[in-house]
């Protein structure tokens, strides 16, 4: 009786490096960014964008893919957002992030093909995590090129 009740113990209570760490932002970021570094890395799924965005951001993308698919016409967002090309080879990668309660702000830079590329993310905790709320950068806003305030 004593070793089932032992057993019972052991199997219940985790390992103390089993339990989930919460996400930050920085780690946020990195999952999104770090991929891009491969040279055979085709680009984070954005056409999933619950994955990364907020729910307006997201809805406002899936919306338009849909009808731009329906036109057969290219969607209003024309290339990856996490990079702000078509066509990427990242290479000087760095990112660094502030947290100011729910809310974080992201700076990402980095060259593609050789050319400098700073972006500035912000971040709001949600219920699923850390989500993009806007991305700003060379092309300008994605939260404008939606005409979400």
Request: charged share 20%.
């Amino acid at each position: 009786m004593l070793r089932r009740r032992l057993l019972a113990a052991i199997l219940v209570v985790p390992a103390a490096g089993a339990l989930a760490q919460p996400e930050t932002p920085q780690s946020f970021l990195e999952g999104i960014y770090f991929p891009y570094r491969q040279k055979d890395f085709k680009g984070q799924p954005y056409w999933e964008p619950q994955h990364f965005f907020v729910a307006d951001l997201a809805a406002a993308i899936d919306h338009d893919m849909a009808e731009a698919d329906q036109r057969k016409e290219p969607p209003t967002l024309d290339g990856d957002p996490f990079v702000d090309a078509q066509e990427w080879e990242i290479s000087a990668l760095t990112i660094s992030t502030s947290i100011d309660g729910s809310k974080a702000s992201g700076a990402v830079s980095f060259m593609n093909y050789g050319q400098p590329k700073s972006l500035t993310l912000a971040l709001v905790q949600t219920a699923q995590g850390w989500r993009i709320h806007d991305i700003e950068g060379g092309s300008g806003s994605l939260r404008a090129l939606f005409k979400l305030k």
